[in-house]
Structures are given as structure tokens and as C-alpha cells.
């Protein structure tokens, strides 16, 4: 099993994404990784040696964070990130993983590894936080932003395929983000994808709020690119607002920094419970290959996770699995 | 001026509501208010007299929270909700107030307020709690599940007379929710959304990401309702799992109690200004008249601030305001 990894894409690259790839590679000796990226700036990470099932693979260009994503994939197509994406599509990989330009990695799956047959639109798949540190898979995250009812049903396959293969979860859950929970609520987008999932060969339990998301009553969170990222988006910002008040209220005095100590190391695994980066990468799903989005702040644990879940999907032929329940054979 | 309030509505009606409207009758003495519902139930709780500014209004029925919202409001004509509208529809009062059944209180403003001319669809903005406690008024928040860009610009006019008349702010900020702060980021609506509020007679700011929401970047947020409720249940949900889990670092131990001892006049000053049912009644704008939805959970001081944010609103002419900006007057 071969997976190429964008070393030049993310807040850290090239060191954390290379070091990361070293961990993984130590990890697990049976996958061969291909570091893709500009040679100058990766040898002098290998210094310390390189192991035998890591390969150099070098790429010029680099696709920067802040630029146009269809553009950027269109033009570079000596960059890191289109180049592992070719190696996919060229089966030269069985999966690529990106800490790079969100969008552009979108971009790069649609048209450099390119859509699987039967399906009408790819979706980000992240691992949300739940309150009992399980996580619920949520997709659509962003890669489409006018969904039809169709879009949505293809969301519930995939996603419940992933959770399958990935988690071992049998018969995952699959809950619809609405407004309410009873089956005539939310919006005709809602409306109709309720009505094409209770007839889906999924194990569709309804109307999800958003309130009730992070108590996870789903494994599989099916919403509209724009509404998912609301989702993720106010969750960010309220637990932001919470923690920069709980600062402020513990450095008020003595008393409290007193307090404070004693609660910083609990406060600590809450904080991280609630960071969503922390779930390592998300499947970009509906490609004919596995393409994985690595957070953009992704450190070395972060790459490394990422590749033992793609392991896992590899392992588990995720791409054919998908294809198969899509395409109803 | 004279405020109907259904006193049958909301978890603590008859009680509290009536207990708020006394509190408000003595605090305004200028202000009529006039107390819908059942005289039998109402009755015993003005046994310590009936201040000259309240007037009890009999309505035999009740619409319950959990009843269909169009068939109640079509059936029920006696209800103290319909009848404190129909009050309203008929000017005998200027304004009604409700923490009854959201649905059947926006079907009351729709089917017997009745909408204002000019204006397409109503919207329900409530006050998001923000960092500054300064707070954002958000529309709409769930009156709307299908909005056109049309509905989005009215929703920025009125929302921003709003914030003018009630809250005196001169040139409200005005930011469309949307996935990223670009022009050409979004769905289709918020696209075509963002090009008329460039062109409309409100100060528009650009979009503005969710997670951005609570740093008070606008003083109006508009979305549509599916999205706003999206937004807000998302809050209340990463906010509860937070303070859940607080709850649960705080009881570990005798050293982690004492750190509590110090801290929970802190904590919970930050949990009532995550709390949006602090900020008071949500008007629903868009109608023939004032009507406000107070939430389900309102005691006493909740209806008593309703009933005062009631009153600067109609001092400042809300509602004629706001038909003067949309038919540009």
C-alpha cells in the first residue's frame, strides 16, 4: 500500500508533515510513503537517514494557502499537491493526504484524481467532538454549497460506508441536520432528502438538531455544505468565547490562579476534547481514490494519525465499498 | 400606549407572566397593558389589587406548546394568543407580547396581525449573546426555512431600523452569515445576496464567518432561517456540552470543589451571558404591528424587559419606520 503525502501543503510544512511521515513510517513498516514536495526542502529533513519505505518524490511548485483554488490547481501543475494527486489518479497511489489550501485540494479531487462514477458530488467528511469523545462523522463540510435532496443521500451512503469501514461501527446511525426533529420540519432541501432517506439502505434515525450533534444520538451527520459549516463554525466560536472567559476569570486575582491551577489540567483535555483539529484528517469523499484534508495547523501526531486512518481505509477497499453501495452492486 | 400580553403563554404562565406584567405596570405608569388568558386562572394572582394601568382581558382558550402552529392559530380564535393579535389587528393595543408556541405565535402575526405591505416574509431576530455582552441582532432565526436574497435585503432594512430605534445606534453594521468573508464566497443565495445589500440603503459590512459571530464584528446578522437556527442551536450546544463538562471537572475532588468554591460567581456570570434567553424578547419584525416573542422559559424580570424594550420601540415608531425604509418613504 503506497500513500503520497503533500509535504509542502500546511502551517508546518515541510518539517512537522515530514517528521510526521517518519513517525507513520516507523509505525507501520508494510506501507511505502511518498513524500511529494520540492526535493531542496525536504533532504535536508531526511539528514538522520532515509527509511526504506519512504520515497522523495519531487514537485517544484507549491500552492499557497491564499490562493484561487481552481486557478492555483489549473496552473500549478508542478505543485505538491496536484502532483500527489496524479500520482492517485496514475494509481501510482492508493491514497493522497494534504495539510495544504482547503479549496484547492477540493479542486485537485475533482479534477486531477476526479469524481467516482454514480456520484454527483464529493463531500468533506471531518470528524466532529462529541461530549463522550467518540465523534460523529459530518458531511457535507464545505466542498458543495447548494446541495440537492440527491446530494444528501449520497452524503448518507458514503458516510456510512466510511464508518464502517473506518470505525467498525455496524449499521452507524445517520441523522439529518434540521431545524426540529419531527420528520415535516426544516426547509424543502431537508424536507425532500428526509423522504429519500428513509427509503435509502442506510440506518436513518431522523432529524438531528444542532443542539444535540455533540451528545452524539448519530454516527453520521448528513447536512448541505453551507449549513455544515454554520455548524462547525458557531461551535468554534462558542467554545472560543468560553475559553478566553475562562481565562479572564482565572487570572483575575490570587484566589483564582490558584484555582486555576488546580483545574488546568482538566481544563486542558476539555479544551482539546473540543477542537475538532485534534480528530486528525477528513475524507474527501466521492473521489475515485482516497484524498484526505490534514487541518491546516496539522503538527507531526496529526500527519501521522492521518495516515493510520487511511490505512485503515485502504485496508478496507473504502473506494470500491463506496462504489459498490453507490452504484448498487 | 397599550401592550397585550398573553398571560397563558410560556412555562411559568399564568405565574410569572402576570408577576412581570405587575412589575411593569408599576415601573411604566404611562403604559397600559393589558392581560390576556383565562380570568379564572389570572384572577387569584391580582388578589393583592389591580394597579389602574392593568386591565384583565378574558380569552377562554389556550394554544399549547407542542400544538400544530396553523391549525391552532385557525382553530383556537379564543386562545389569549389569537386574541391578544386580534387586539393588536384591530389597534386597540399597540404591541403583543408571547412566550407561548413559536410557530402558532408567528402564524398569529402572519394569519391576524398581518404582514406589513411591501414586505415578503417576516422574520423573527432574537439578540445573540456576544463577548462585549453588547450583543448582535440576528435574522432570521427561524420565521423563514426558504429564503430568496430578497427576503435577506429586507431583512437587513428592518433589522437595522431596529437596532437604530431600540438600541439608538446610528449606522448599525450590517454582515451576512456566510462560510468565509469573501465577496464571491457562498451558497447561490448569499451570492446574490451580498450584491443587494451592496446596493441597499443600510451600512453593510461584508460577510461574516460564524465563528466570528460572538466578537461582535456587526450589530445585524442576516441569514436565512434555516441557517440562523443552525447558528444559534450550534452555540447552545458546544456552550451546554462545556458547561456540562466544567460541572464535571469542578465535582472531581475536594481540591477541584475548592477551586469551584472560588470560581462560580465567575462562572456563572459567563454562563448567563452564553444564555440568549437572557437577552429578552425576540420582535418579529415584518407585521402590521409589534409583536414579540418572549422565550418559553421567561420569568418575571424576562416579560418586565420585554415589555420594556416593548415600549422604546413603539416610542421610536418602529413599525411605521420600518415601513418608510421599504417603501423607501
Redesign the interface.
Known amino acids: 500500500m503506497r500513500i503520497a503525502i503533500d509535504a509542502m501543503g500546511g502551517d508546518h510544512a515541510p518539517e512537522l508533515i515530514v517528521q510526521g511521515a517518519l513517525q507513520a513510517a516507523a509505525e507501520w513498516p508494510d506501507t511505502e510513503l511518498l513524500l511529494v514536495g520540492n526535493a531542496s526542502a525536504i533532504e535536508p529533513l531526511l539528514a538522520g537517514g532515509i527509511p526504506s519505505n519512504v520515497k522523495l518524490h519531487h514537485a517544484e511548485d507549491v500552492i499557497a494557502g491564499d490562493e484561487e483554488p481552481v486557478k492555483a490547481v489549473r496552473r500549478k501543475k508542478d505543485s505538491s499537491m496536484v502532483v500527489a494527486g496524479t500520482l492517485v489518479k496514475e494509481k501510482q497511489a492508493d491514497a493522497m493526504l494534504s495539510a495544504g489550501n482547503t479549496g484547492a485540494l477540493m479542486a485537485t479531487g475533482l479534477l486531477v484524481v476526479g469524481r467516482m462514477s454514480g456520484i454527483e458530488r464529493p463531500a468533506l467528511a471531518p470528524m466532529l467532538p462529541t461530549?463522550d469523545d467518540m465523534g460523529v462523522l459530518a458531511l457535507d463540510l464545505?466542498a458543495n454549497?447548494?446541495a440537492k435532496p440527491e446530494h444528501l443521500l449520497q452524503y448518507a451512503i458514503m458516510g456510512s460506508v466510511y464508518r464502517a469501514k473506518v470505525h467498525g461501527l455496524s449499521q452507524p446511525r445517520v441523522g439529518l441536520?434540521n431545524?426540529g426533529t419531527e420528520a415535516k420540519k426544516?426547509?424543502?432541501l431537508?424536507k425532500a432528502a428526509f423522504e429519500l432517506l428513509e427509503q435509502a439502505p442506510v440506518n436513518f434515525i431522523g432529524n438531528v438538531?444542532?443542539?444535540?450533534?455533540?451528545?452524539r444520538n448519530c454516527d453520521v451527520l448528513v447536512c448541505d455544505?453551507?449549513?455544515g459549516?454554520?455548524?462547525?463554525?458557531?461551535?468554534?466560536?462558542?467554545?472560543?468565547?468560553?475559553f478566553?472567559?475562562?481565562k479572564d476569570?482565572?487570572g483575575?486575582s490570587l484566589?483564582?490562579k490558584?484555582?486555576?491551577a488546580?483545574?488546568l489540567p482538566?481544563?486542558r483535555h476539555?479544551k482539546k476534547?473540543?477542537d475538532y483539529k485534534e480528530h486528525g484528517g477528513a475524507p474527501l469523499l466521492g473521489l475515485n481514490g482516497l484524498v484526505v484534508k490534514c487541518h491546516g495547523s496539522s503538527d507531526a501526531l496529526a500527519v501521522k494519525n492521518a495516515v493510520g486512518k487511511a490505512r485503515i481505509a485502504l485496508q478496507g477497499e473504502l473506494i470500491s465499498s463506496i462504489s459498490a453501495e453507490i452504484n448498487g452492486k
Open positions: 461530549q464545505g454549497m447548494d441536520l431545524v426544516g426547509s424543502e431537508t438538531e444542532a443542539r444535540d450533534v455533540l451528545s455544505g453551507f449549513s459549516n454554520i455548524l462547525l463554525k458557531s461551535m468554534e466560536g462558542a467554545a472560543g468565547m468560553i478566553s472567559s475562562l476569570a482565572f483575575h484566589l483564582t490558584a484555582a486555576a488546580i483545574m482538566r481544563l476539555l476534547k473540543m
